[in-house]
């Protein structure tokens, strides 16, 4: 029997573009707490998936606060229906010399670019995201060679496969939920990656010996926030921290706790997503 997974169809009442612009950055203002792990922007509105039937059902409650502006409408998407439409939409995205690719596209690959094959799935990592995008571009202005990485939150496996693919000594990948273990697995054996990226499953913040000269950081604006000192400890002496899923509005609170620790040394915007990099003084 396929696997279903609970969804929000969230709908715009919004006419206008203007309006639907408004609500669009409203809603994902509000879904940063709501833990989502897609978000497929359609027509009338988002598909919002998540982890658990029970995660849905407080978000839809939660979003059912915003007033007249949303309606969300709780759905099960089966994984097959989920997967054939992907097929019909997920294109090829360059982001400098990283090209990220369905297994069933092939991209147009020129002298010097990398590809990485991403079966979609659930999670964000596909490449399409702009958080996802922000952080293939930071990870591209730094110099990888030899150096070890640690990405938190892999999800689908995307980043450390890039960082792998970049020249990187080394890659930890970091995930608590089984199901992005289980796509980034997979994910590495579509790119031939297995023995260059070692993958963990559970929570980052009671692991040990995470320290890396690189650590990729794809999380939400309340989590680098919460988590700054533990993310900033993972940087070794003369390394990097590359941060994305923060909004604009995040930006400040995110920059006041890494600065604590880190210097801000480069800054990406696309849309209302921010990614940041610090480096350790």
């Not at 019909?88 to 990220?100: A, F, K």
């Not at 496969?161 to 697995?185: E, F, M, N, Q, Y």
């Not at 023995?195 to 650590?215: C, K, N, Q, Y």
């Not at 990406?268 to 990099?277: A, C, D």
Request: charge should be negative; include cysteine; charged fraction near 20%.
């Amino acid at each position: 029997m396929p696997k279903a997974w609970p969804a929000l169809d969230v709908r715009f009442t919004a006419v206008t573009p203007e309006a639907r612009t408004q609500t669009a950055d409203l809603l994902a203002a509000a879904l940063d707490d709501l833990h989502p792990t897609a978000i497929e922007e359609r027509d009338a509105g988002w598909r919002v998936f998540f982890a658990s039937a029970a995660g849905r059902d407080a978000a839809g409650r939660a979003l059912a606060r915003l007033g007249p502006a949303v309606e969300p409408v709780p759905i099960e998407v089966d994984d097959e229906d989920w997967a054939r439409r992907s097929q019909e939409t997920l294109g090829i995205v360059r982001v400098g010399r990283v090209l990220v690719t369905p297994p069933w596209l092939t991209p147009p690959a020129e002298d010097g670019d990398l590809v990485v094959t991403i079966l979609p799935s659930m999670g964000f990592g596909t490449g399409h995201h702009q958080t996802t995008r922000l952080c293939l571009a930071l990870l591209q202005a730094r110099d990888l060679s030899g150096l070890r990485v640690l990405d938190v939150g892999t999800g689908s496996g995307v980043l450390a496969i890039a960082a792998a693919r970049l020249g990187a000594a080394s890659v930890v990948a970091v995930d608590d939920d089984a199901d992005a273990i289980a796509a980034a697995a997979e994910n590495l054996g579509l790119n031939g990656a297995e023995r260059a990226v070692t993958l963990r499953h559970g929570d980052f913040r009671g692991m040990t010996g995470l320290a890396a000269d690189l650590v990729l950081a794809n999380l939400t604006g309340a989590l680098l926030i919460g988590q700054a000192g533990t993310l900033a400890a993972a940087v070794a002496p003369g390394g990097s921290l590359v941060a994305s899923g923060l909004t604009l509005d995040e930006e400040e609170a995110v920059t006041t706790a890494l600065a604590a620790q880190l210097a801000q040394a480069g800054r990406l915007v696309e849309g209302e997503w921010v990614g940041l990099r610090f480096d350790r003084r």
